[in-house]
């Protein structure tokens, strides 16, 4: 099991452990905020099982039918994170609602509000760890997750400060409108997922700054070609894809041309993990005088 699984598997037993502390904050407490804070960890418990999921079939080789591999089931389930992120911000905004219509006034105890403040410290521990791992592993399901968490930990630190507002106040209303603000963030939170995982989708080219590195890789390393050009790149998961023709003299042979791409392909791999390189190997006089020129 490798280690993007094993914490997408952590992030499941986390996410019930907050949701239990959370929904022991809301009844002693009653408060509405809280319940949304709670509601939002139930899309994070889900959203865990869809990641651990693709994370797993991510993993798997390619094979017959997906001879590129099973990279992109990672961005369904970031996808998946932010349609369940709307579904559970509907849900707060309808508890919201009934708050501003019955006007009750919740037992802001420090036993409920201390309860609450635990939650969050598990909650922001655990995010930075995702986040962390996320980067080394290059999982776009685990940085999704942690960065979601993340958007937790701070909705829930406002609706901590809030309703220590309301206990000093008195104010009731507070509760269901802090309800609605946490349904607004997580509004937005989750159409940055859902935009980003369509990126992945669509095949976008990698970022500028990685393209550059790229470049200057294949010009450093390709002593005794005359040109690369048509270079494309695209993410998948954590793999990155690169493809360019690259053009020799016509008179050198398939073994000096083969020497030149294998090493320009060992020195990206140095810079970038993960990496699926196809390479054209073209004469000169398909030479385009354009793109990376080497020489």
Known sequence: MTLALRFAIGSIGVGVLVLAVKLAAYLVTGSIALLSDALE???????????????????KPADANHPYGHHKAEYLSAVLEGVLIVVAALLIFREAYLGFVRHTQPDLSAAGLGLGALAGVINAAWAWMLIRVGRRARSPALLADGRHLFTDVF??????????????????????????????????TGWELTRGSLSGLMDEAVEPSLLAQIRRTIEAEGVGAIEAHDLRTRRAGRATFIDFHLV?????SVSDAHDICDRIERALREATPELMISIHVEPDNKAKHSGIIVV
């Open 41 to 59: 960890t139930v899309v994070n418990i889900a959203a865990a099982l869809a990641a651990s999921m693709a994370i797993w079939l991510g993993e």
């Open 155 to 188: 909705s829930s630190v406002g609706v901590l400060a809030g309703l220590l507002l309301a206990r000093v106040t008195g104010w009731a209303f507070l509760d269901p409108a802090l309800a609605v603000l946490v349904g607004l963030g997580i509004l937005w």
């Open 248 to 252: 020799v003299p016509g008179t050198m």
